[in-house]
């Protein structure tokens, strides 16, 4: 009996785990072919920011060798682009002219850096934060010893400058918002993380909004709505992604910030599926790894046979930023928590909130230090009672309470 075919568009990481999980939950049951625009075989886009400071390598990041594809029969087609979906004929058409037929198609087309629509913004010397060729450009930009103005203080944006840094430029990030990773920190928080970084030789600008890059045949500086101005040779925009939803707009599919899936996954179309940066589902988009991970594999349970539904995913950051271990996760600003527990030390640069309400650990805020991070975010999503742990849990990791 001919095989049931799931064509992947998107070679990245939630794609990679959806492969992974297919084949141990329904093996030999399917056959795969897998569709990446990018040169490159998977690469663990995470880990980006360590190349760019030079810890790793670029071959450091690589999720799968090229034989593991090979030894479990699927195709992976590397540096094609899937230009269009023939949701009629069930067929894909790439950008080589070769058509290739499937019986479920799965969308993890991910996402793009923004540019800003700024005056100067396709000068030479603009860059974005987002693949392995942007890697490449900043870290000759960093080798060069050049001025380079970041623009966005999120994640992104704080990686980038660490990076830069590291590489050898002379870095100043500017965040339109009044502190760092306002969507993962509060104000003290974000106050630490700031102090912190700019120890380690980046300069911040808060409350700066570009308007301008100025130069005539390159970048020389960029000009700012409340009449600030810097120098500068280059710039890089980490402002944030948007989802790739062009494909599924062009077919017809449902989109909205994103390709709207149900709790199963599934598209506006019942034979395609979108999962990673490039899905919405209930309304939100998610930028990160987890949740990727998670709807990869309850489709692949789904596909399995299984009862498996996707109901959403508790938003976590728990990664080194700059140098810097930061944990955010659940509710952290919790307006209806009845309590706010609270450790700050600005000179060791650790700051630890908890939101707590009545037994339940609401959200939770670790800057500098980030022990228990993961058992916080454990009894975040679970909704576990604190009751017998709660007059340690700041200073005591809880699983060793429990332990105990």
Same mark, same amino acid.
């Given at each position: 009996?001919?095989?049931?075919?799931?064509?992947?568009?998107?070679? @990245?990481?939630?794609?990679? %785990?959806?492969?992974?999980?297919?084949?141990?939950?329904?093996?030999?049951?399917?056959?795969?072919?897998?569709?990446?625009?990018?040169?490159?075989?998977?690469?663990?886009?995470?880990?980006?920011?360590?190349?760019?400071?030079?810890?790793?390598?670029?071959?450091?990041?690589?999720?799968?060798?090229?034989? +593991? +594809?090979?030894?479990?029969?699927?195709?992976?087609?590397? &540096?094609?682009?899937?230009?269009?979906?023939?949701?009629?004929?069930?067929?894909?058409?790439?950008?080589?002219?070769?058509?290739?037929?499937?019986?479920?198609?799965?969308?993890?087309?991910?996402?793009?850096?923004?540019?800003?629509?700024?005056?100067?913004?396709?000068?030479?010397?603009?860059?974005?934060?987002?693949?392995?060729?942007?890697? =490449?450009?900043?870290?000759? *930009?960093? =080798?060069?010893?050049?001025?380079?103005?970041?623009? #966005?203080? &999120?994640?992104?944006?704080?990686?980038?400058?660490?990076? *830069?840094?590291?590489?050898?430029?002379?870095?100043?990030?500017?965040?339109?918002?009044? %502190?760092?990773?306002?969507?993962?920190?509060?104000?003290? #928080?974000?106050?630490?993380?700031?102090?912190?970084?700019?120890?380690? &030789?980046?300069?911040?600008?808060?409350?700066?909004?570009?308007?301008?890059?100025?130069?005539?045949?390159?970048?020389?500086?960029?000009?700012?709505?409340? &009449?600030?101005?810097?120098?500068?040779?280059?710039?890089?925009?980490?402002?944030?992604?948007?989802?790739?939803?062009?494909?599924?707009?062009?077919?017809?599919?449902?989109?909205?910030? @994103?390709?709207?899936?149900?709790?199963?996954?599934?598209?506006?179309?019942?034979?395609?599926?979108?999962?990673?940066?490039?899905?919405?589902?209930?309304?939100?988009?998610?930028?990160?790894?987890?949740?990727?991970?998670?709807?990869?594999?309850?489709?692949?349970?789904?596909? =399995?046979?299984?009862?498996?539904?996707?109901?959403?995913?508790?938003?976590?950051?728990?990664?080194?930023?700059?140098?810097?271990?930061?944990?955010?996760?659940?509710?952290?600003?919790?307006?209806?928590?009845?309590?706010?527990?609270?450790?700050?030390?600005?000179?060791? #640069?650790?700051?630890?909130? *908890?939101?707590?309400? #009545?037994? %339940?650990?609401?959200?939770?805020?670790?800057?500098?230090?980030?022990? @228990?991070?993961?058992?916080?975010?454990?009894?975040?999503?679970?909704?576990?009672?604190?009751?017998?742990?709660?007059?340690?849990?700041?200073?005591?990791?809880?699983?060793?309470?429990?332990?105990?």
């Amino acid at each position: 009996m001919e095989k049931e075919t799931i064509v992947i568009v998107g070679a @990245g990481m939630a794609a990679t %785990r959806f492969v992974e999980e297919v084949l141990a939950l329904a093996p030999g049951r399917y056959a795969i072919h897998v569709i990446g625009a990018e040169p490159h075989l998977a690469y663990n886009r995470v880990l980006l920011s360590s190349v760019l400071t030079g810890d790793i390598g670029v071959d450091d990041i690589v999720l799968k060798p090229r034989e +593991w +594809w090979r030894k479990n029969s699927v195709e992976a087609t590397t &540096g094609r682009k899937v230009t269009q979906l023939d949701t009629a004929a069930h067929i894909v058409l790439l950008d080589d002219g070769s058509r290739v037929a499937y019986s479920k198609l799965v969308l993890a087309t991910g996402s793009h850096a923004i540019r800003l629509p700024i005056d100067g913004a396709d000068l030479p010397g603009v860059h974005t934060f987002r693949d392995m060729q942007d890697v =490449a450009a900043l870290s000759r *930009l960093g =080798a060069s010893g050049a001025k380079v103005l970041v623009i #966005g203080g &999120g994640l992104l944006g704080l990686e980038a400058a660490y990076g *830069l840094v590291k590489r050898g430029a002379r870095v100043t990030l500017a965040h339109v918002m009044d %502190r760092l990773m306002e969507r993962q920190l509060d104000q003290a #928080g974000a106050a630490i993380l700031r102090r912190l970084v700019e120890e380690k &030789g980046q300069r911040v600008m808060l409350q700066a909004n570009a308007i301008s890059i100025r130069g005539d045949e390159c970048v020389e500086g960029v000009v700012f709505e409340d &009449g600030r101005s810097i120098e500068a040779d280059a710039v890089v925009f980490a402002v944030g992604v948007r989802p790739n939803i062009e494909l599924a707009r062009a077919a017809g599919l449902s989109v909205n910030r @994103g390709v709207t899936v149900d709790n199963g996954l599934a598209t506006s179309d019942p034979d395609i599926f979108a999962i990673g940066e490039c899905a919405e589902h209930r309304g939100q988009c998610y930028g990160l790894v987890e949740p990727a991970y998670e709807q990869a594999r309850v489709l692949a349970a789904r596909f =399995a046979g299984k009862e498996e539904t996707y109901r959403g995913s508790i938003v976590a950051t728990n990664l080194k930023v700059s140098g810097v271990r930061v944990f955010s996760a659940g509710d952290f600003m919790a307006q209806g928590a009845d309590s706010e527990i609270v450790c700050k030390d600005a000179r060791l #640069g650790v700051y630890r909130k *908890l939101m707590i309400d #009545g037994d %339940r650990l609401k959200g939770a805020i670790l800057v500098g230090d980030a022990s @228990g991070a993961s058992a916080y975010l454990d009894l975040i999503r679970t909704g576990g009672s604190i009751a017998e742990i709660r007059d340690e849990l700041l200073f005591e990791a809880p699983q060793s309470r429990r332990a105990a």
